[in-house]
């Protein structure tokens, strides 16, 4: 570890072992901080991360402007699909994301993003951007984040760009996809606040399915669909969609939530 009390990532194998460990008493990620040192190139090794919302808990991940390659993310089970599959209380930052390949199949919980699959508690995400990425799921499917479950998610500076998002076909359960985020959700016995602030979605393709025909199953070039109750937040600042091809099927209508910023 450093002398500020980072754990140095040096090598793919590392990361491998942090993402997927499946071992208690070997290393887990909750409480540890993390720090990429140089960039990774995984050639298209598959790996499958731990899907346990307590694994990546509490939790800080530094990409020190450093980029990921090539990575084939698996599902295990019908869960979230991710690099960081479930997180609470996490910050990620500093990082590029490219070549990345996520399929979370079919599922009423298929849920994929390229970095965060759910997310709870506090989470902070700054300067990471996903590059040449394909991500697929059934519902709850972003560029970036999935599902936003609970609690705040502040997004600063983020993008995804020439990238792919795809929803799989399943009755009443395909959509709420999005280039950003799949679906901004509220949970009833907590106040929600999201900011993303100068975050764009550019040069992709959303291939999406509306399942149940109205806004419920919405999808969109930006956040799917956002759920909300009184005194919940959501602020969008100077963010953008540029230059990207939207295909929903399924519906009478188009429910699109965003369109320019």
């Known amino acids: 570890a450093s002398m500020d009390g980072y754990i140095e990532i040096t090598h793919p194998g590392q990361l491998a072992t942090l993402l997927s460990e499946t071992d208690a008493e070997a290393f887990v990620a909750t409480g540890k901080k ?44 019908n869960k979230a699909v991710a690099l960081f599959p479930e997180v ?81 076909e399943l009755a009443n359960e395909s959509g709420l996809a999005g280039g950003l985020i799949g679906y901004i959700a509220s949970a009833e016995d907590s106040v929600d606040k999201c900011t993303i602030e100068s975050c764009t979605v550019k040069n992709s393709n959303l291939t999406v399915i509306n399942s149940l025909n109205s806004a419920d199953r919405a999808n969109s070039e930006f956040i799917g669909a956002v759920g909300g109750n009184e005194g919940d937040e959501l602020i969008i600042k100077k963010c953008t969609v540029e230059n990207n091809v939207f295909k929903q099927t399924g519906v009478d209508k188009n429910y699109v939530a965003y369109h320019e910023l």
């Open 34 to 77: 993390v720090r990429l040192m140089k960039d990774l190139y995984f050639n298209n090794i598959a790996i499958t991360p731990n899907p346990s919302l307590l694994y990546f808990s509490d939790f800080v991940f530094d990409g020190n402007g450093h980029t990921l390659y090539n990575i084939t993310v698996q599902r295990e089970g």
């Open 88 to 168: 609470n209380n996490v910050t990620i930052k500093n990082l590029v994301i490219k070549d990345i390949n996520v399929d979370a199949g079919v599922g009423d919980e298929a849920y994929a993003g390229a970095l965060i699959g759910t997310s709870y508690g506090n989470v902070v995400v700054e300067k990471v951007k996903v590059k040449n990425s394909t991500i697929k799921g059934t519902n709850k499917v972003g560029g970036l984040i999935g599902f936003v479950a609970q609690d705040s998610i502040t997004l600063t500076d983020c993008g995804v760009s020439g990238s792919t998002i795809e929803t799989n």
